[in-house]
């Protein structure tokens, strides 16, 4: 089993800064990518900001030049720097990695159980 724990969301005025971490445990061997999607009303998730393994982080137009995706794969964690927020980046905020492990093969997509953020204006 793989877990991720995410921390980090909570409550900002627009133009403040959050950052998320997520920490990933259990059976995981290689990974291949760590990122950040979120929710929107239509229970879709979307890409926020991903890092493949081996190459340069990926964002969403809505977001680029105001967040920083990096990982740390020592410690398993994936982490989104959030600045300049707005409220239209108000949402749930769900940590993806994809891994390959012992016990399982090909590579997985795992979720984490999501954190919130809202933007107030």
């Known amino acids: 089993q793989v877990h991720l724990v995410e921390s980090g969301g909570g409550s900002v005025q627009a133009g403040g800064s959050l950052r998320l971490s997520c920490v990933a445990s259990?059976?995981?061997?290689?990974?291949?990518?760590m990122g950040w999607y979120r929710q929107d009303p239509r229970f879709d998730r979307d890409l926020v900001a991903d890092?493949?393994?081996?190459?340069?982080?990926r964002y969403a137009d809505s977001v680029k030049g105001r967040f920083t995706i990096s990982r740390d794969d020592a410690k398993k964690t994936v982490y989104l720097q959030m600045n300049s927020l707005k409220p239209e980046d108000t949402g749930i905020y769900y940590c993806?990695?994809?891994?390959?492990?012992?016990?399982?093969?090909?590579?997985?997509?795992?979720w984490g159980q999501g954190t919130r953020v809202t933007v107030s204006s």
């Open positions: 993806n990695v994809v891994s390959r492990g012992v016990y399982y093969s090909p590579p997985r997509n795992h």
């Open positions: 259990g059976d995981i061997e290689t990974i291949s990518a």
């Open positions: 890092i493949i393994t081996g190459s340069s982080p």
